[in-house]
């Protein structure tokens, strides 16, 4: 039986009057999204319709998910907030603090010794407060999520980016800061402005070399990586119902890359299939008694222009294998064309190492399409190239992949199979020659391939493909190599031809694990302590930020003008950062350090204007906070893209950042900054960007006028004496702006008055 069985039928049970009152309030048929939404109104049955990118909207979601790089933090918020228990079913786990070096067993020995401390105090907190704990090895959170917890029609917040996994299973889950999740675990609304709706209609059907992610690949590559930003993305058409849940949760997984809010697919028989299979036949029956309300209405998807704000249309027939890549997700290369653009480019065509599994892509249907051309090494008497690891999703995807002989077909061509943990794709790799920094090609099938952020190496040139794909690559060494096309030449000197990878959907045999890994909490978590040590340099017990003392900001310095690309990689570096995420004073070490200054091209390298000298920016920020001096950031466009780490914000705000001004932001990270009390600004006139120069002073002319749709007025004095005038949008309504007030949101919650 599934968990939290009741909730999920108190959804379906509230659905069809709330949709139904919705669709007569709105007035036309409706898309799977508005029904997920309207449904999950704070206040219950709609009463009006909202408006699209404009309106600020208060929803219930069902569940919170966390994973224990960010639940460190959010849960020493939670600890705050004055509750004796998660007023929503909540989970933890633990996932990114396991380093893939050796193999599974050995990496996931040395990470409990080496993280007991974190592992012990978030079991702890989850025993305490009713909190289901996933315990380390038992999987990645989101592949969890989506064997055990997510359902159609259902909407819930984590404490990751890739949450929007959960789409394949026709969710509406979204990515969100700890502060957020604080929120609802506290029992309050959570707001989201009413996204606009991306179409992605998908005709034909995969077949051959194609995979799901190349659906994703290809739609990243027209829609780039802000392309989605402030929207939700829908897929529908025959082509989506002809796939499987999980290739669902591949492309719902990778729309993080685009900026989407979430992604999701209506309720079809790949789901009840998959629901079935893992053992919650009872979620699929109540499913299918509310069928047509978990899908759009059928006007939608015959004339969807008329209903999403735009819309794709993508022939998966005609649809070829994809490479997207280095350095940013939505860098799409058909595989046809690799080779040309690989020797246009001058990337290095000998791949290194080939890594397939993480979040994205560990599902047993892609581990046996990828077994399916390892078994070809043997049997065409060829050898592998290429390094190659697995990383399996879950304890359950690993002891099934086991029983059915793909771990054993694996290890047959020389790969290492790593712990069930994010490992490699959240930069957790230990990988051997990594600090020489050479120029080298590696692909995988995870999600991001920012720079460094696999290895930590800035030459690594990471590719993303399907495992498949990526199986096949490693195979040949070659990053020209086209399956589809060429031929190998095996040990015989023979030419030969991969075969087009087959593989199973769902596991014949069923699912199988001895332990999946998870802790129920107490059912009375009053005498349960939590005790954090003092001297600990992984944890850290929260102090409240101070409040604005109502005044305008004056003299305030420049910290940095980052140039370029910023994402949350560069304001808050994953790796061997991992370790200190509960730790603020610790981690704001790293704030900004890989972000590259405008003015001499450097990363950590920034000018103190109260000593003149270059230093690394934590240090100057440091310096500016013990002088009593505010600082502002300033950055490009899509800033604080990628991950949904709250770290990026608590760490300017710690060490004393008033505010950001920049070209543009990426919504989660937005919204962080604005739940720890910062200001979250962008140029109105993106120009103005220009005018800012390395020894300014800000001055903020009428902060103590701050209103929602009132833009602000800064004064940026230059070391000559000259003066800029900028002016500064914001899209703070009042209750956000009553969070900049207080200092933070999580304040007013402490005080009762959120």
Known sequence: ??????????????MPSRVDKAREIVGRPLTLT?????????????????GRGVDYVDFAPDRVACQDATAQMALLQFMHAGKSKVAVPTTVHCDHLIQAKVDAATDLARAKTQSNEVFDFLSSVSNKY????????????????LENYAFPGGMMIGTDSHTVNAGGLGMVAIGVGGADAVDVMSGMA?????????????????????????????VAGILTVKGGTGAIVEYFGEGATAMSCTGKGTICNMGAEIGATTSTFGYDDSMSRYLRSTNRADVADAADKVASYLTGDPEVYADPEKYFDQVIEIDLSKLEPHLNGPFTPDLATPISKMKEEAVKNNWPLQIQVGLIGSCTNSSYED?????????????????????????????????????????????????????????PCIGMWDREGAEKEERNTIVHSFNRNFSKRADGNPNTLAFVGSPELVTALAIAGDLGFNPLTDKLINEDGEEVMLDEPTGNELPAKGFYAEDPGFQAPAEDGSGVQVVVNPASERLQLLAPFDAWDGKNIMGAKLLIKAFGKCTTDHISMAGPWLRFRGHLDNISNNMLI?????????TNSVKNQLTGQYDAVPAVARAYKAAGVPSIVVGDHNYGEGSSREHAAMEPRFL???????K???????????????????????????????????????????????????????????????????????????????????????????
């Not at 039986?1 to 509230?14: G, P, Q, R, T, W």
């Not at 999950?40 to 319709?49: E, V």
């Not at 002073?697 to 003066?723: M, Q, R, S, Y």
Request: charged content about 20%.
């Open 1 to 14: 039986m599934a968990f939290d069985i009741e909730m999920i039928k108190k959804v379906y049970e509230n």
């Open 130 to 145: 009713g909190i289901g704990f996933w315990k380390p090895g038992a999987g990645i959170i989101h592949q969890v999520v």
């Open 34 to 50: 508005e029904k997920i939404l309207y449904n999950h109104l704070w206040d219950g049955t709609p009463t009006q319709a909202f």
């Open 190 to 218: 959570w707001e989201l402005k009413f996204p606009k709706l991306i179409g992605v209609k998908l005709t034909g059907k995969l077949s051959g070399w194609t995979a799901p992610k190349d659906v994703i690949l290809k």
């Open 367 to 423: 581990i046996s399409r990828a077994a399916s051309l390892a078994k070809q090494v043997a049997e065409k008497n060829l050898t592998t190239k290429a390094q190659f690891t697995i990383t399996p999703g879950s304890e359950v995807v690993r002891s099934t992949i086991e029983r059915d002989g793909f771990i054993d077909t694996f290890h047959k061509i020389g790969a290492t199979v790593f712990a069930n943990a994010c490992g």
């Open 656 to 662: 004393g950042v008033k505010a950001v001004l920049v």
């Open 664 to 754: 543009s932001f990426a919504r989660i990270h937005e919204t962080n900054l604005k739940k720890q009390g910062l200001l979250g600004l962008t140029f109105a006139n993106e120009a103005d960007y220009d005018k800012i120069q390395e020894d300014d002073t800000i001055n903020f002319l009428d902060l103590t006028e701050f209103a929602p749709g009132k833009p602000l007025t800064l004064e940026f004095v230059h070391a000559n004496g000259t003066k800029d005038i900028i002016l500064a949008n914001h899209t703070y309504n009042a209750g956000q702006i009553g969070w900049f007030v207080a200092g933070s949101a999580l304040n007013l919650i402490a005080a009762g008055k959120a």
């Open 594 to 602: 890989g972000a590259v200054n405008a003015y001499n091209q450097k």
